[in-house]
């Protein structure tokens, strides 16, 4: 089936440090979206990468979507305690309609 | 607005048993879905809806059942619970069902099963 995998799965960085957490399709994919879920919360939506080689940005966060179209990556400068979470990537895989496959997520952990 | 509401937060039930997982949006979306969290696992899609009347199944379907009678509600049926269904249930919508659109989530609704 489709699959699409995060790395890593876990990450501890000093406040101030940076972070990135890859997202890797088996497939291609026709869109991207990233979701950060704070401890104990539902999932939030991020941003949306739809053309091949992509990359937008939101303050301190970086969003990229590969050549391919089948990977993506997010990257926070220098990390704050509050961008502790997990955060997901979602993909709509080529001609997959409707079916969104969620990736196995981040968890960050900031240490003050 | 409300936006996505579920019910119950927390449940308990012994294996067998069978319950409805409520879901309900007040945004008109037409897009549905329900997803489980499992440790490690992410989030995985047991079933979606593009509108009243029309659902399919996710990647984990076996043991949910759905239905979508209004465009506001997806109520998502466990048939005969099973300590395997322990796991934190998301609902979600998102507007237009043919584009990966931002998909809003509701809080959750935390099962066990003993």
């Known amino acids: 089936g489709q699959q699409v995998m995060q790395i890593p799965q876990y990450q501890h960085v000093q406040e101030g440090e940076d972070f990135t957490t890859y997202c890797n399709s088996s497939?291609?994919?026709?869109?991207i979206q990233w979701y950060k879920q704070r401890p104990g919360g539902h999932p939030v939506f991020l941003i949306q990468l739809v053309k091949s080689g992509e990359v937008k940005k939101q303050k301190r966060l970086t969003f990229q979507f590969g050549e391919a179209k089948k990977n993506s990556s997010l990257h926070i400068t220098a990390t704050q305690t509050t961008d502790v979470g997990t955060y997901f990537c979602a993909g709509l895989h080529s001609g997959g309609y409707q079916k969104v496959t969620f990736g196995t997520g981040t968890k960050l952990q900031v240490i003050p | 607005n409300a936006g996505v509401t579920q019910t119950p937060k927390f449940q308990v039930l012994k294996t067998g048993q069978s319950m409805t997982l409520q879901c309900a949006q007040d945004m008109n979306h037409e897009y549905m879905s329900w997803y489980r969290q499992d440790p490690g696992m992410g989030l995985r899609l047991i079933h979606y809806s593009v509108g009243a009347g029309i659902t399919d199944q996710g990647e984990v379907p076996n043991g949910y059942n759905v239905s979508r009678s209004t465009t506001e509600d997806f109520p998502l049926r466990l048939l005969s619970a099973a300590p395997s269904q322990t796991s934190v249930y998301f609902c979600a919508s998102s507007y237009v069902p043919t584009e990966l659109n931002e998909q809003f989530f509701g809080p959750g609704t935390r099962l066990t099963v003993l």
């Open positions: 497939t291609t994919l026709s869109n």
